[in-house]
């Protein structure tokens, strides 16, 4: 969903972070946390911010797509790796089928089962959902809902570096028994669900067409649509420590291994709910006579009710201490909600048809804001060009905005037994420049194809979370510059495909990034082989250069900056990975055999 491919290209590619992006942050596994070391590449698909270490895997309802087809169609795919007893699995698919010309319904399902190579590393996941669409004459509706869960232990890390780049100095120990801070008792669930309405109403007139010279046909023409959006969001986490003392890890990253509340099990818990409503009016541009554009405006608002730990109550309840029975224990949690809701109005003029030139530009201004003493807005544009200049095939985008918005509630308050914080955090400010050029294949040869791609980004107040695990804000500017540079090649059967991309940021120290990332793929292809099958024979490669990649905190999910002055501080890159892969098509059917870090056989 959000795009099917059907083509034998990247199918082996299981794990879908790297579906988006060529540079990861993340704990090594299959649907653990994870995030971009691509900062172009980073998305933001939900407002709650514990979600953010697992936005690459999600699926939001506006990146669900809908159907209309005569058939029913029906995919499903199915991975399967790893040991036998440490083994990891992935299956996904979706149906959808017509009902009659005008309703249609659909399914679609992700889930993933990992062990991972380490212990207290596996991970469950799930995305699934239900849509639906109804087009008639005047009205066009389109309506989803979504269950998505995320659940993995949480190792910590390992205890000593040294285990995996001193092997033969720590006993050449098997994966899954190398010690780590948590074994096993440490987990990390979210749950999230999500609903969607859109509502069309047309007003327009009959158009009539001649089909012969003896008989006529009317079809209705949608002038103007008065358009309702709905959307809500519901969003839990739990952290749970089945131990009270878990020191060597605090310590060894320089946190405070003191527990706020409970001294016998930590079991965190907060939730975070969203309704959204949109009505505005639209002038659809095909029917524009004066000039070819369209024209909508709309007015917005936004609910959000934040419930979060109460420092204050808690602690008056009475702490869970040492010398309370450790069979059936309570735990003093109690809790407290929080409103914050903005309403707005927003504009955008627009060209969507035809490729040689099309545009859009928009506005928002929210007059309630979530944070009354600032205001928050969003102004931005794009345009493309897909046109061919003499024989060769040229695409250019570029896009821009400008966006002043209120940090998020749980960046500035959060408590629970581990950590807290109580921040008060200025609006944000952000200000992005994208550019993309495109030669799908150049005229003098189709076999060579190339893609710039470059963004500036200046990022003023800048939240991240600084070396003690909590967030903090970065007042001046931040600035960050990407260049990026796409090749795929082919000569006679052999096919070679290269993304190289650069990062430069001007205070590394609060952002760290690779400067360098590099992506490529060699692989003998062979096509049509007794007229039904397809067969690729390669290797991909993943590198990095070296840089000061950030510490996991298993208590909220985040990833957060190395303590400059720790013995721990160092650069972690500069290692190529190497996956090799046997990749098949038998018509519609498509299979492959795997080799994860190949160059592991030989190297150090």
């Not at 929080?338 to 007059?367: C, D, H, P, Q, W």
């Amino acid at each position: 969903v959000g795009g099917i491919d059907t083509s034998m290209n990247d199918f082996y590619v299981n794990n879908k972070a790297f579906r988006e992006t060529i540079a990861l942050q993340y704990l090594g596994n299959l649907g653990s946390p994870a995030k971009s070391a691509i900062f172009l590449d980073r998305v933001n698909r939900t407002d709650f911010l514990f979600f953010q270490p697992y936005q690459l895997y999600y699926k939001p309802i506006n990146e669900i797509l809908f159907f209309n087809t005569k058939l029913p169609f029906t995919y499903i795919n199915y991975y399967s790796g790893g040991t036998t007893n440490r083994d990891n699995r992935r299956l996904d698919g979706l149906f959808t089928v017509n009902v009659n010309s005008k309703l249609n319904f659909g399914m679609y399902g992700d889930w993933t089962k990992a062990y991972g190579a380490y212990p207290s590393l596996s991970t469950k996941n799930y995305n699934s959902g239900f849509l639906g669409t109804f087009k008639g004459r005047n009205n066009e509706v389109a309506a989803a809902i979504s269950f998505n869960g995320y659940e993995n232990y949480e190792s910590g890390g390992f205890t000593e570096d040294d285990y995996i780049t001193d092997p033969k100095n720590t006993g050449n120990l098997e994966p899954n028994v190398i010690p780590v801070f948590f074994e096993r008792d440490c987990l990390s669930k979210l749950r999230n669900w999500n609903a969607f309405l859109n509502y069309k109403f047309h007003i327009g007139f009959d158009k009539e067409i001649q089909v012969n010279d003896d008989s006529l046909a009317y079809e209705f023409v949608p002038v103007t649509s008065i358009v309702y959006t709905f959307k809500s969001e519901v969003d839990k986490r739990r952290y749970i420590e089945n131990q009270a003392s878990q020191d060597s890890f605090y310590h060894v990253y320089g946190l405070s291994d003191s527990l706020l509340y409970n001294y016998k099990k930590t079991m965190d818990s907060t939730h975070y709910f969203q309704m959204n409503h949109s009505i505005g009016v639209v002038l659809n541009e095909e029917y524009n006579t004066l000039m070819k554009f369209g024209f909508a405006a709309y007015l917005t608002a936004r609910i959000n009710k934040y419930s979060y730990l109460d420092k204050d109550l808690s602690l008056n309840a009475g702490k869970v201490s040492d010398k309370d029975s450790t069979a059936g224990y309570k735990i003093n949690q109690r809790y407290n909600s929080i409103f914050r809701n903005r309403v707005g109005v927003g504009a955008k003029l627009f060209k969507n048809n035809g490729e040689a030139f099309t545009y859009s530009a928009f506005g928002e201004y929210y007059f309630i804001n979530e944070k009354k003493n600032a205001a928050s807005f969003n102004f931005g544009g794009n345009i493309s060009s897909k046109s061919n200049w003499g024989k060769q095939r040229v695409e250019i985008e570029a896009k821009a905005n400008y966006e002043h918005y209120c940090p998020d509630f749980f960046e500035e308050y959060y408590y629970s037994n581990h950590i807290e914080w109580n921040n008060d955090f200025k609006n944000k400010q952000a200000l992005n420049i994208y550019g993309q050029l495109s030669f799908p294949t150049f005229a003098f040869y189709n076999g060579l194809g190339l893609t710039f791609r470059a963004g500036l980004n200046n990022l003023k107040n800048y939240v991240y979370w600084n070396e003690k695990a909590v967030p903090d804000q970065y007042e001046d500017n931040l600035q960050l510059l990407t260049l990026s540079v796409k090749q795929m090649g082919r000569i006679w059967k052999i096919h070679w495909n290269n993304e190289l991309t650069y990062q430069q940021c001007s205070n590394e120290r609060i952002l760290p990034l690779p400067k360098l990332s590099w992506f490529s793929s060699a692989y003998f292809q062979f096509s049509h082989l007794l007229k039904i099958l397809n067969i690729q024979v390669g290797v991909d490669f993943r590198w990095n250069s070296a840089y000061y990649a950030p510490n996991y905190f298993p208590a909220t999910g985040q990833f957060f900056l190395q303590d400059s002055n720790s013995d721990t501080y160092s650069k972690y890159g500069n290692y190529v990975y190497m996956d090799a892969f046997v990749n098949f098509q038998l018509k519609r059917v498509r299979f492959y055999v795997e080799f994860n870090h190949l160059n592991k056989l030989w190297s150090n």
